[in-house]
């Protein structure tokens, strides 16, 4: 399966929901995930304040973001690398007595090259950096001595992360901007792309595996809610869930779910064994164990029906220009691809559908579930249902729908499995974007268009299922 950075990391996230799955988390992996109308009207207002209204003015945006968190990462890296060399004087660390030994330290400290290209980047020297968000620190001594605590809790985490720190989490924010910056119609798809990529190359280059990235996006996670409760001997009880998420989700071989091009240490047992000293992990373990053989299934299931999408449906979607259809935060009354729907895991788990040896889903919604054989409907009153594929598929499309909010569905009719099809209308096509200050009759031959490439992607899934099955015959 190839590495796509925004939908590998996207679809990890919603693969591992906290509420609806405790033995694993949506924190398991920061990755992006679809913003939902509340959170893009907020990056919306962001944006709009700080004049980002193209590609340049976003990369820009980026950059500031990224030197705000510079002073982080610089602190991850000194206080760590100083406390393993002096484990008894960190708390005692003063600038009016250390100044030199510590400047000393910091230039003895070795760079990693991805590092000094973060700090580059926002146009400071790493060295000087370091210093300046090191020196902020050690003048408050209630941070000063937060931090001897925080090194001396999380030290094993720290060894595994070496010295890539709060990157991880800004890098993920980065991805989460980009994003927003596509739906909102400030960015072509091309643009969207490049940006993208970017990100997902230097993911790649600061770290060694999914371990080590995990490791960072712990770390940040476990620094914000220790920071935000001026805790860190009695962990809130947030940061100690997210924990012991983490060593549970660690079970599963994500390096051979997701492979990623050059990253192949398979580094997440390694993080496995980091967290043992912070969990119950025989309590943990035991629960694993007991629910594996299902939980295992489950996940095969779900990452297949992810690549057939991928593979085989998601370049009809982009060649016809309609992406953003199938990118909205969705919701259990509307349609949900399996790489975007937020809660895709804990539906498709909670109807046990009795699905045959090879068969895998890839769309649901209110009252059917496609995948790569047939159709599933269990609709309460009529009871569970499966239809295979037929040779066609008649698609035709209804009027608009206001459900209020600004939450306007579009309904699809498939004849001949008697399915309803709801589409949320794009985040663009509602708010203040480019195209909402486009004529009536511009928005309605843009919406036009768009329904009759849905209606053309529909009406071929038979044969582009069939393909797919085809295609595993012959392999």
Excluded at 99 to 112: G, K, L, S
Excluded at 287 to 316: E, H, Q
Excluded at 388 to 414: A, E, H, Q
Aim: charged share 25%; proline share 5%.
């Amino acid at each position: 399966m190839a590495f796509n950075t925004y939908l590998n990391l996207k679809f990890v996230d919603a693969l591992y929901e906290l509420r609806t799955t405790p033995f694993t988390s949506a924190e398991y992996y920061a990755a992006t995930r679809t913003q939902n109308f509340e959170t893009l009207a907020f990056v919306a207002r962001s944006f709009r304040q700080d004049h980002v209204t193209n590609a340049r003015s976003l990369e820009n945006y980026l950059i500031r973001h990224r030197d705000v968190n510079a002073w982080k990462v610089g602190v991850f890296k000194f206080f760590h690398e100083y406390y393993r060399a002096r484990p008894d004087s960190l708390a005692h660390l003063s600038l009016k007595n250390d100044a030199q030994y510590m400047e000393r330290f910091i230039d003895d400290i070795p760079m990693n090259p991805a590092l000094a290209d973060f700090y580059g980047e926002c146009g400071h020297d790493p060295h000087l950096a370091l210093k300046y968000s090191v020196s902020k620190v050690i003048c408050d001594e209630r941070r000063l001595g937060w931090m001897n605590l925080f090194c001396g809790k999380f030290q094993s985490l720290l060894d595994l992360d070496d010295d890539t720190g709060i990157i991880a989490q800004d890098l993920v924010d980065q991805i989460n901007f980009v994003d927003a910056a596509f739906d909102l119609g400030i960015i072509s798809h091309s643009e969207y792309e490049e940006l993208i990529n970017r990100t997902g190359e230097r993911i790649v280059k600061m770290f060694s595996g999914w371990g080590h990235f995990l490791t960072g996006i712990l770390l940040s996670r476990l620094y914000t809610y220790c920071v935000s409760t001026a805790e860190v001997r009695y962990l809130p009880g947030q940061a100690q869930e997210i924990i012991d998420n983490f060593y549970l989700a660690c079970n599963n071989d994500l390096d051979v779910r997701l492979p990623v091009p050059s990253w192949e240490n398979n580094d997440i047992g390694l993080l496995r064994e980091a967290l043992k000293p912070l969990v119950a992990h025989e309590r943990l373990d035991s629960l694993w164990n007991s629910l594996s053989s299902r939980t295992r299934d489950s996940l095969d299931r779900i990452t297949r029906g992810f690549d057939i999408y991928t593979r085989f449906i998601l370049p009809r979607i982009e060649n016809s220009g309609i992406i953003l259809w199938f990118r909205e935060f969705c919701k259990f009354d509307e349609f949900i691809p399996i790489s975007s729907g937020y809660d895709f895991r804990v539906y498709y788990d909670s109807l046990k559908l009795p699905l045959t040896p090879g068969e895998f889903p890839v769309f649901i919604m209110k009252f059917n579930m496609f995948t790569n054989k047939g159709v599933w409907n269990f609709h309460p009153y009529s009871g569970i249902r499966f239809r295979p594929w037929p040779g066609t598929l008649t698609v035709s499309s209804g009027l608009p729908v206001n459900r209020g909010l600004g939450n306007v569905i579009l309904p699809f009719y498939i004849r001949e499995i008697g399915c309803d099809i709801e589409f949320q209308l794009p985040y663009m096509y509602k708010c203040d974007s480019l195209f909402v200050e486009k004529n009536p009759e511009e928005q309605f031959g843009i919406i036009k268009n768009d329904v009759a490439a849905l209606i053309e992607i529909f009406t071929d899934l038979p044969r582009i299922f069939r393909e797919y099955n085809q295609s595993e015959k012959n392999e």
